[in-house]
């Protein structure tokens, strides 16, 4: 009799195995009379933040000019973000270096390089919803701001996500629990404990066709106001969860 009980746990798992997608383990103790599983399951979303980076790169032939041109560059971005109704809060500095120039183009001639001795470069990150980060980059890029449009996705609610990739880990080990009793011959009874078997809940995003970074000419820049904004589109996040489950059986 026992060695019939294994082979349908056996045939069970097998069939519960191939027909799912995420990988999971199961555990029969007849003594305790449980079906223990752990299995994994995921929740998606679509991001609510874009966090766009705005920045700028800029060479000069000597530090103090490099500087005070970046200055010029600078407040006008944060002048230019102002108008476009971004608040301090949602501007944050990312980062800022001015060093001499140590990267030069094999093609530059001797007077080109004379202006590129020092580089001067900054950087913000600017957080908005996803339907403003076009608008973000078009308004930096257009005060100056030609190292602009790398965003990070990211989600305001990242635990309620948790929660329901949780929730369905949860209801996906009562299904395969379901299979493995009937398999089994014996009844499913009640969920006697339950826990999430990795407390660092693994967050991924889904590409679409969007934007990463756009390197414009200082000759280009003047007109950028009169262009429309980029075509982006927010990303979908995905977080997943695993559950260890345990079920009564009769």
């Known amino acids: 009799m026992l060695g019939q009980i294994r082979i349908f746990a056996c045939l069970a798992s097998a069939v519960c195995l191939a027909s799912l997608s995420s990988a999971q ?18 929740a998606t979303a679509t991001v609510d933040i874009a966090a766009v980076t705005v920045g700028y790169e800029i060479y000069d032939e000597d530090s103090e ?52 001795h020092f580089v001067m470069r900054q950087s913000w990150e600017v957080s ?3 339907k403003d980060a076009a608008e973000v980059i078009r308004v930096a890029v257009a005060a100056g701001a030609n190292k602009s449009g790398a965003i990070d996705w990211r989600i305001a609610d990242r635990k309620t996500l948790q929660a329901k990739a949780a929730e369905n880990a949860l209801v996906k080990a009562r299904s395969v629990a379901s299979q493995m009793t ?5 009844k499913m009874g009640d969920l006697i404990y339950a826990s999430i078997e990795t407390p660092t809940a693994k967050l991924y995003l889904t590409p679409k066709p ?25 990303q979908t996040i995905r977080e997943e969860a695993t559950v260890y489950a345990v079920f009564a059986i009769e």
């Open 65 to 116: 000019s490099s500087y005070a041109d970046g200055g010029r560059i600078s407040k006008a971005v944060i002048d230019a973000l102002h108008k476009a109704g971004i608040e301090d809060k949602s501007i944050e500095s990312f980062s800022q270096s001015l060093e001499r120039n140590t990267e030069f183009d094999d093609k530059d001639k001797p007077e080109q390089r004379a202006k590129k």
């Open 210 to 234: 969007g934007f990463t970074q756009v390197t414009v000419s200082a000759e280009a820049v003047s007109s950028i106001n009169l262009l429309p904004a980029l075509e982006i589109r927010p």
């Open 25 to 42: 383990t199961i555990q029969i103790n007849r003594e305790n009379k449980t079906v223990a599983i752990s299995t994994t399951d995921e």
């Open 128 to 130: 908005v919803s996803p």
């Open 182 to 186: 009937e398999g089994l011959h014996v």
